[in-house]
């Protein structure tokens, strides 16, 4: 695609740079003078990050704004470019990086995706499961009620998790999850990242592990790579249609800080970006603290402040 420097244009919308219009199915759309400020910045950065920082000397001179300001301004665009199916189509954030506009960027992750050769995915011999391999291979004979995986295989992709955890307390952790076909079953391949700099500690856990779906529900089980293979469960809801990109549900844990003890929390599920590979995915990880501007406030709403614990009960018994 030839880039017109004076006109661009993606699905039902085309913005004439020079005359500064913007048009939907061909009628011209009036835009507030900060959202056409934004959009005009957005255009000529297309396909860069822009950090908060760069957004804010660019569109508000430098000024000091909310985050709350810069969340309304940014729907207000997606809102004025009428991408009716995904409002985020166009503009996507990128957790712990900043806001990206791209006009074409291919396909969401479907099924066949394949990540880097760095970074394998699990496969039917290195899941744990067990030992009875038929046992694997045959779900509905465990699980009633089981739907095929051709019902839900547009679930299939990768990942950001949002989640609290006893291990990063007063943080959001960030995760991937990638969900991928294997031998016509759903295989979980699961990276957590931590750095805490007071301590001196570092944490990186790779979980592995299976997937059905029952009634509009995804079961999750994984399992530690590593000493001492602690098991994490999920339960999530399917998609809905207004937000095809999200899961949310909650998720049973082992806490590596308090020696163990499980603990329950609500988990969110957000696709990441179309055009995102994983291992864009993977540098987005790690804990955020509470007020960070850099997730957005649908998902920290969705997280909530807390998540149970059984550390101090188990103690006292």
């Known amino acids: 695609m030839n880039f017109d420097p004076y006109s661009i244009s993606y699905g039902r919308w ?3 740079v020079k005359r500064r219009l913007l048009y939907v199915d061909g009628e011209v759309v009036r835009l507030q003078r900060g959202v056409l400020k934004l959009l005009q910045y957005l255009v000529r950065r297309e396909g860069d990050v822009v950090t908060k920082d760069e957004l804010v000397e660019a569109v ?8 709350a300001a810069i969340y309304n301004r940014v729907n207000a665009l997606r809102k004025a470019l009428a991408d009716d199916k995904s409002p985020e189509h166009c503009i996507q954030w990128e957790y712990g990086r900043g806001l990206r506009f791209f006009r074409h960027i291919g396909s969401r992750m479907e099924s066949n995706f394949v990540g880097p050769e760095t970074t394998p995915f699990p496969t039917h011999q290195n899941l744990p499961v067990a030992s009875d391999k038929k046992e694997y291979d045959e779900p509905k004979e465990r699980f009633i009620g089981a739907s095929p995986l051709k019902d839900w295989r ?6 950001n998790t949002f989640y609290r955890t006893p291990s990063w307390p007063n943080a959001i952790k960030v995760g991937v999850t990638v969900l991928r ?10 990276s957590e990242r931590g750095e805490d700099r ?3 500690t570092r944490q990186r856990a790779r979980y592995l592990g299976s997937a059905i779906f029952i009634n509009g529900r995804m079961y999750v089980t994984e399992q530690n790579s590593e000493r001492p293979h602690s098991v994490c469960l999920s339960t999530l809801d399917a998609p809905h249609k207004y937000r095809p990109d999200i899961m949310t549900g909650l998720m049973h844990g082992s806490s590596w800080r308090l020696g163990g003890a499980p603990y329950a929390t609500r988990v969110v599920w957000r696709r990441v ?4 590979h994983l291992r864009g995915a993977l540098e987005m990880s790690g804990p955020y603290p509470d007020d960070t501007d850099l997730i957005e406030p649908t998902i920290l709403t969705s997280v909530g402040s807390d998540c149970l614990t059984f550390h101090e009960q188990t103690s006292a018994l």
Do not use: C, H, N
């Open 14 to 16: 085309s913005f004439d």
């Open 154 to 159: 547009y679930i299939l992709g990768i990942y």
């Open 181 to 190: 076909e294997v031998d016509g079953q759903v295989a979980v391949w699961t």
């Open 60 to 67: 508000w001179d430098g000024r000091e704004v909310s985050d």
């Open 273 to 276: 970006p179309p055009g995102m």
């Open 198 to 200: 007071k301590v001196g």
